[in-house]
């Protein structure tokens, strides 16, 4: 089972996104959507109005969907869960999702999601996570997460899993802060690379790739064209580079960078449409 909720865990989009990818990669087909009047506040997520056939207007409303794919050559099939991030009842919310685990026989729970963090959008992408067994830690070859503080679904889901005794593991993404606002196909794909070799799926994902190099590329039209952003960037990959502590000396401030980027990034927006 692999799981990705869009809010707090998802920055840049990169979970999601990279969930969405394997389903449409591997033609998932849902099966099951968990009832949303539950577990929104409709005011912090609120339901859309859309035309659907005839003209007709239909409410979406937030929600979580589970998806059946059967991956080639992979040793199991896939459930596949996605949606928005619960407002409230999140231990209600993670006993579903145990048992449905439990119900369907999965072997192992791996749950994605991305951080903002001091990276720069030049170098590979900056992953940690944390697993139930250290023989799944030792499989996705990352650094140990040593994070302390609030948490997200992704966190109470993974507990909900290790107490219920479902091998699980959770991968996590940096995504460059002073681009947030973007999505991130690189950091999706970082991850997407990540569950691969977990759990043994193989997928074309040269059109993600394709998208990755885009980004990178465009971003750094961007940065280059700041001379402010562009120092702090610089700044971030010697820090990156040499991992040493005097390389975060006298570094501007990221947050007043970030709110000029991307303002600088919306207006390029505008300008190209």
Same mark, same amino acid.
């Given at each position: 089972?692999?799981?990705?909720?869009?809010?707090?865990?998802?920055?840049?989009?990169?979970?999601?996104?990279?969930?969405?990818?394997?389903?449409?990669?591997?033609?998932?087909?849902?099966?099951?959507?968990?009832?949303?009047?539950?577990?929104?506040?409709?005011?912090?997520?609120?339901?859309?109005?859309?035309?659907?056939?005839?003209?007709?207007?239909?409410?979406?409303?937030?929600?979580?969907?589970?998806?059946?794919?059967?991956?080639?050559?992979?040793?199991?099939?896939?459930?596949?869960?996605?949606?928005?991030?619960?407002?409230?009842?999140?231990?209600?919310?993670?006993?579903?999702?145990?048992?449905?685990?439990?119900?369907?026989?999965?072997?192992?729970?791996?749950?994605?999601?991305?951080?903002?963090?001091?990276?720069?959008?030049?170098?590979?992408?900056?992953?940690?996570?944390?697993?139930?067994?250290?023989?799944?830690?030792?499989? =996705?070859?990352?650094?140990?997460?040593?994070?302390? &503080?609030?948490?997200?679904? /992704?966190?109470? *889901?993974? +507990? !909900?899993? #290790? %107490?219920?005794?479902?091998?699980?593991?959770?991968?996590?993404?940096?995504?460059?802060?002073?681009?947030?606002?973007?999505?991130?196909?690189?950091?999706?794909?970082? =991850?997407?690379?990540?569950?691969?070799?977990?759990? &043994?799926?193989?997928?074309? /994902?040269?059109? *993600?790739? +394709? !998208?990755? #190099? %885009?980004?990178?590329?465009?971003?750094?039209?961007?940065?280059?064209?700041?001379?402010?952003?562009?120092?702090?960037?610089?700044?971030?990959?010697?820090?990156?580079?040499?991992?040493?502590?005097?390389?975060?000396?006298?570094?501007?401030?990221?947050?007043?960078?970030?709110?000029?980027?991307?303002?600088?990034?919306?207006?390029?927006?505008?300008?190209?449409?």
């Amino acid at each position: 089972m692999v799981c990705a909720f869009q809010g707090w865990n998802d920055a840049g989009d990169a979970a999601s996104s990279a969930v969405s990818f394997l389903a449409s990669a591997l033609d998932a087909r849902r099966f099951a959507r968990i009832d949303s009047e539950e577990f929104y506040d409709f005011q912090a997520n609120r339901p859309c109005i859309n035309f659907g056939e005839n003209d007709k207007r239909e409410i979406s409303w937030p929600t979580v969907e589970i998806f059946e794919a059967a991956a080639p050559r992979a040793p199991r099939d896939l459930v596949l869960v996605q949606g928005t991030e619960p407002s409230m009842r999140w231990r209600a919310f993670g006993s579903h999702i145990v048992d449905l685990a439990e119900a369907l026989g999965v072997q192992v729970v791996v749950s994605l999601g991305a951080l903002l963090g001091d990276v720069p959008h030049t170098r590979p992408v900056a992953m940690s996570g944390h697993a139930s067994d250290p023989a799944l830690l030792e499989r =996705l070859g990352i650094q140990p997460s040593t994070y302390e &503080g609030p948490t997200g679904i /992704v966190g109470v *889901l993974h +507990t !909900a899993c #290790a %107490d219920a005794r479902i091998p699980s593991a959770s991968l996590w993404a940096a995504v460059p802060h002073y681009v947030a606002a973007a999505t991130n196909p690189k950091a999706a794909l970082a =991850l997407l690379r990540k569950v691969e070799g977990l759990i &043994g799926v193989s997928v074309d /994902v040269s059109e *993600l790739e +394709t !998208a990755a #190099a %885009d980004y990178e590329r465009q971003v750094g039209l961007a940065v280059r064209s700041d001379p402010d952003i562009q120092a702090f960037v610089e700044r971030l990959e010697l820090a990156t580079d040499s991992e040493e502590e005097s390389a975060h000396e006298d570094v501007p401030s990221g947050d007043i960078l970030a709110r000029e980027f991307q303002r600088f990034l919306r207006q390029r927006g505008r300008e190209g449409k």
